[in-house]
C-alpha cells in the first residue's frame, strides 16, 4: 500500500492492528508507596493493558527533569529520572511487554531542554565552546528574540536566549528558514547539525536498549520562521531519520505536528489529529469554548448539538486522502494536554465516539483512563499543568482501596488527587460488569484487531451525509459499514448488502437491509 516517502523506510506491519495506550507514567501506578507513579508501577499493571487489548504503549517523558514542565524540561535524555526508576527499570519495562507483545514507544522532546541541562549551562558560559550555537542566542545582552519569547541577565553570557515555550525551556537551535537578524543562523550551521546528530544519539540509544520507537513532542516547530509549509522542517527530519532508520525497520515513529501530508513526508510513520480549534477532532468532541463545561457545545457526538457530520468530512478527508499511502493519520480518545471528555460527553457519547475511534483508519491511541470514564477535575495546577492538570489525576484501579487502589501513601502525598466523589469509575468494578464501558472498548479493540477490515491500513468510504443529518456512515475494505446516530432522536437508514450487525451500542436493529438506530447509538455491519 505505502510509496517509500523520501527513500525512508515505510511504515512497519505490526502498526496496521495496533491500537496504543497512553501511560502519563507519574499517574498510572505506584509500586512503592512515594505518591507517585513509577516504571515498575506500569510493569505491575501490562496484564491490564493486554487484557484490554491494547498491544503498544505511549509513555509520557520518563527522562531526567526538574520536572517544571511535568517532564518536558528534560536534564537529562540519557538516563531514568530518579522519580520513576532507574535505566536498567526501563529496559526491564521493555521485555516484560514483549513478553506480552506490547510495543513501547517513549515521548522525545528535540526542540528544547531543561534550563538545567548541563549542554545549556555550558551554552551560558562567556568564551565559546562546542554548545555555544546548540541553542539560539541573539547578538548582544540588550537585544530583543526577533518576535520569538526570549530571556536575559540570566547567564554570564553577553546574549539573550530564546525560549519555546516555559522559561525553564530554552529552545536547541534547528537554525532559521527566513532570517532577518544576524544571530540567525541556517539549518546547515554546525550547531543546528550537532543538534541533528544528538537527537539520532538519543534515540540509537534507547532503541539499542529496546525500545519499539519514540512520539515526538512539537516535531513541526524545529526550524524557526519556517512558514506554514514548514519545508525546512520536513528536511531536518529527513535528514535525521536517514542517519539511522534503516538500522531499526520495526521502529515507528507518531508526531505532534497535526498536518500529515507534512508529517509524513518528513519521515514519520504516524501523525496525530491534535485538538485544534475547528479542525475535523475537535467538530466531532470538542466543538466547544469551554472543553470543561459550561459553554455550548456544537460537536457531532453531543446528543443535543445538532451538528452535522459533513463539516468534519469536508476538513478530515483532503488530509486522509492525501496522506493515507505515506503512513497513518491518527485518532486519540485525549491526552495529556487536553481535558477529557467526561463528565462533558455522557456515557452513551462516549462508547459512540469510541465505536468510531476503533473503526476508523489510522492508528487509535486512547488515553489511561478513558477506557473507564475518568473525568476532567478542576484541581490546582501542579509541575507546569495549569488547566490541563484535571487530565493527568491518578488512575483510578480500584473503590474498594486507598487512593483508589493507585498508591500506599498518604493522600496529601500523592502527586495528584483521586476522583473520590460520588460514582466515580474504577477499572476493577468494570472488569466484572460485561456491560461496563470497559468491556465495550475492550470488546471493539477485539474486533478490529480480528477484522483487517476494520485495521488501520484498510479502504475508507464516507456514505451519504447533509447538514440535517445527525447519522454518520462510512464503510471499511468494502466488507464492513459503520452506522453511527449521534442524535437525540431514533432514525434508520438502508444499508445495501447488510448481512449481520457484528458490534454495537444504543438500540439497534437491523430488518434486512434496513438498519433502526435509536437515540445516540452505533453499529458495525458486515456486508455480504
Not at 512503592?32 to 503498544?56: F, P, Q, S
Not at 558560559?125 to 554548545?131: G, H, L, R
Not at 547578538?139 to 540570566?154: K, Q
Not at 499543568?385 to 489525576?393: E, F, I, P, Q, W
Request: charged letters at 25%.
Amino acid at each position: 500500500m505505502f510509496t517509500s516517502h523520501n527513500g525512508l523506510p515505510t511504515p512497519p506491519e505490526w502498526l496496521k492492528d495496533a491500537v496504543f495506550y497512553e501511560i502519563y507514567p507519574q499517574s498510572f501506578y505506584d509500586s512503592n508507596g512515594d505518591g507517585i507513579g513509577d516504571l515498575k508501577g506500569i510493569v505491575d499493571k501490562l496484564d491490564y493493558v493486554a487484557e484490554l487489548g491494547a498491544n503498544a504503549l505511549w509513555i509520557n517523558p520518563c527522562f531526567d527533569s526538574p520536572f517544571k514542565d511535568a517532564g518536558y524540561d528534560v536534564r537529562d535524555y540519557y538516563t531514568v529520572a530518579p522519580r520513576y526508576g532507574t535505566n536498567d527499570d526501563l529496559v526491564a519495562l521493555f521485555h516484560a511487554a514483549h513478553e506480552r507483545g506490547i510495543k513501547v514507544l517513549l515521548d522525545l522532546v528535540p526542540g528544547h531542554t531543561s534550563e538545567e541541562n548541563e549542554w545549556f549551562k555550558r551554552s551560558c558560559e562567556a568564551d565559546p565552546n562546542e554548545y555555544s550555537d546548540r541553542y539560539i542566542w541573539t547578538s548582544h545582552a540588550f537585544d530583543n528574540g526577533d518576535g520569538l519569547p526570549f530571556i536575559g541577565g540570566e547567564a554570564p553570557r553577553a546574549a539573550t536566549y530564546i525560549l519555546n515555550f516555559y522559561k525553564c525551556q530554552p529552545a536547541l537551535n534547528y537554525g532559521f528558514n527566513a532570517k532577518t537578524r544576524p544571530w540567525q543562523q541556517d539549518p546547515t550551521a554546525p550547531g543546528p547539525m550537532a543538534n541533528r546528530q544528538e537527537m539520532v544519539n538519543v534515540m540509537r540509544h534507547w532503541l539499542d536498549l529496546g525500545a519499539d520507537g519514540f512520539r515526538v513532542d512539537m516535531a513541526d516547530s524545529l526550524v524557526k520562521f519556517d512558514g506554514e509549509d514548514k519545508p525546512e522542517t520536513m528536511k531536518v527530519w529527513q535528514d535525521i531519520f536517514s542517519r539511522f532508520r534503516a538500522d531499526y525497520p520495526e521502529a515507528a515513529f507518531v508526531s505532534e505536528w497535526g498536518t500529515p501530508t507534512q508529517a509524513l513526508r518528513a519521515g514519520f510513520d504516524m501523525d496525530f489529529y491534535l485538538d485544534w480549534r475547528h479542525n475535523g477532532y475537535n467538530l466531532l468532541a470538542r466543538d466547544t469554548e469551554s472543553p470543561r463545561g459550561g459553554a455550548e457545545d456544537k460537536s457531532f457526538f453531543k446528543k443535543d448539538s445538532g451538528t452535522s457530520p459533513q463539516a468534519f468530512i469536508e476538513q478530515y478527508w483532503p488530509r486522509y486522502e492525501g496522506s493515507r499511502e505515506l503512513g497513518y493519520f491518527s485518532f486519540i480518545s485525549c491526552n495529556h494536554d487536553t481535558p477529557r471528555f467526561a463528565p462533558r460527553l455522557d456515557e452513551a457519547e462516549r462508547r459512540l465516539f469510541f465505536l468510531f475511534l476503533l473503526t476508523m483508519p489510522g492508528v487509535p491511541f486512547i488515553y489511561y483512563g478513558d477506557e473507564i470514564g475518568m473525568r476532567y477535575l478542576d484541581v490546582p495546577t501542579h509541575e507546569g499543568g495549569y488547566h490541563r492538570t484535571g487530565s493527568r489525576t491518578p488512575m483510578q484501579w480500584d473503590a474498594a482501596q486507598p487512593n483508589f487502589g493507585f498508591s500506599t501513601a498518604d493522600p496529601e502525598s500523592l502527586y495528584l488527587p483521586v476522583d473520590d466523589s460520588a460514582g466515580a469509575p474504577d477499572a476493577a468494578s468494570q472488569a466484572k460488569d460485561p456491560g461496563s464501558l470497559r468491556s465495550f472498548v475492550a470488546a471493539i479493540i477485539a474486533l478490529r484487531r480480528a477484522t483487517a477490515e476494520l485495521q488501520a491500513d484498510a479502504p475508507l468510504e464516507f456514505g451519504w451525509a447533509h447538514d440535517d443529518s445527525r447519522i454518520l456512515v462510512y464503510t471499511r475494505g468494502g466488507a464492513y459499514a459503520i452506522a453511527l446516530n449521534a442524535g437525540g432522536s431514533a432514525d434508520e437508514l438502508v444499508i445495501e448488502g447488510a448481512a449481520e450487525v457484528v458490534a454495537a451500542t444504543g438500540e439497534t436493529a437491523l430488518d434486512g437491509q434496513t438498519l433502526r438506530l435509536g437515540p445516540v447509538s452505533g453499529a458495525v455491519v458486515r456486508l455480504s
